[in-house]
């Protein structure tokens, strides 16, 4: 069974960086996309940033795009979610997961996602 490691959350100031790391390990890993959601106190889950492994497509919410990038090193079965210009509506628990699915429409839907990690707090002070 694949197991899911996040790391890298913290305490930063609004506009500074981080960059959370999501290791893959366990049996044969053959998702097709990794993707990044978030949840914040009192609200749902949403999704922040997904890629696909085999042609490296990314896609982002809108509320992310052009501060956040996400890239995978299939060799390490290890996806990165680097935010930077951060600002304290970005604060939440972080997930990564991982889908058997590679089309845009499914990769943005958290239902769609099997296999999730345990999460990383990140925490933005204005």
């Known amino acids: 069974q694949v197991q899911l490691v996040e790391s890298g959350g913290g305490l930063v100031q609004a506009g500074g960086s981080l960059r959370l790391s999501c290791a893959a390990a366990?049996?044969?890993?053959?998702?097709?996309?990794m993707g990044w959601f978030r949840q914040a106190p009192g609200k749902e889950r949403e999704f922040v940033a997904a890629?696909?492994?085999?042609?490296?497509?990314?896609y982002y919410h809108d509320s992310v795009n052009g501060r956040f990038t996400i890239s995978t090193n299939n060799a390490q079965n290890t996806v990165y979610l680097q935010m930077n210009s951060l600002k304290p509506e970005d604060t939440a628990v972080y997930y990564c997961?991982?889908?058997?699915?590679?089309?845009?429409?499914?990769?943005?839907?958290?239902?769609?996602?099997?296999?999730w990690g345990q999460g990383t707090q990140v925490t933005v002070s204005s």
């Open positions: 366990g049996r044969t890993f053959s998702a097709n996309a």
């Open positions: 890629i696909t492994r085999s042609t490296g497509y990314t």
């Open positions: 997961a991982t889908t058997r699915y590679g089309l845009r429409t499914n990769i943005l839907l958290d239902r769609n996602y099997d296999v």
